[in-house]
């Protein structure tokens, strides 16, 4: 099945977060860390709330409903100093992805990177663990552009590869970037993470295919011909 699907692309977009590297799970204290800072709890449906949304309008929301009295670019500076120790030494990649994006290196498929996240924690992970050179380009959550799930983000990346929009793989693990990816008129993957394993039918339905692992995927592209 893999392969035919990718025989039939010409570019694989991936988001960051929770889809090639396991990072989902620091957000939270973090979230709750930062709401405390300046004597508040963490609003019940924040996560909810943010879900999808770039970097930037993340900040602008949190501005806008919670933290007014703290301008955008703070907030994000202050997220990024908090986010960064993980992103550059402790996030791993998602098991098997590597060997996944190997794989689309030698098939000469284009690769893109489309996160809600910035650009200083996007480039620590991909450092970190050996991945820069994997992306044709990357889409950072403070580029000017809608975030998910509208389809902007993923049209701009198409376009930037040069590759049609139909003729593109995306691979997310929530469903506003599932979403995203059907409103760009791409094919679909939902990949399994802990954080929104709750969200695992729900995004099922929605996607073209799903994955608890990338290593469903490579042990198919990846063996040897008989």
């Not at 301008?71 to 908090?82: G, R």
């Not at 820069?132 to 509208?150: L, M, Q």
């Not at 990949?191 to 996607?207: I, L, P, T």
Request: hydrophobic share 40%; proline share 3%.
């Amino acid at each position: 099945m893999w392969t035919e699907v990718f025989g039939k692309c010409d570019a694989v977009l991936f988001d960051l977060d929770g889809t090639v590297v396991d990072s989902m799970w620091i957000w939270k204290q973090i979230d709750i860390d930062y709401f405390c800072k300046y004597d508040l709890e963490l609003p019940k449906d924040y996560q909810k709330e943010i879900e999808g949304l770039s970097f930037y309008e993340t900040a602008v929301l949190t501005h806008d409903r919670y933290i007014p009295q703290i301008s955008v670019d703070t907030i994000m500076m202050e997220w990024n100093d908090m986010a960064y120790e993980h992103y550059a030494h402790i996030i791993k990649p998602k098991e098997y992805v590597i060997d996944f994006l190997k794989y689309l290196r030698s098939s000469g498929h284009k690769v893109g990177m489309v996160t809600s996240n910035s650009k200083p924690l996007c480039s620590a992970t991909l450092k970190n663990n050996g991945m820069i050179g994997f992306f044709d380009t990357v889409i950072t959550g403070e580029d000017s552009i809608a975030g998910k799930p509208a389809p902007d983000v993923y049209l701009k990346c198409a376009a930037l590869l040069g590759v049609d929009n139909s003729r593109c793989v995306v691979f997310e693990d929530l469903c506003n970037g599932i979403i995203a990816g059907n409103r760009a008129g791409m094919t679909t993957v939902a990949v399994n993470d802990e954080y929104s394993g709750h969200q695992w039918e729900e995004k099922c339905s929605m996607a073209d295919y799903s994955i608890l692992s990338y290593k469903e995927i490579v042990d198919e592209v990846c063996k040897p011909n008989s």
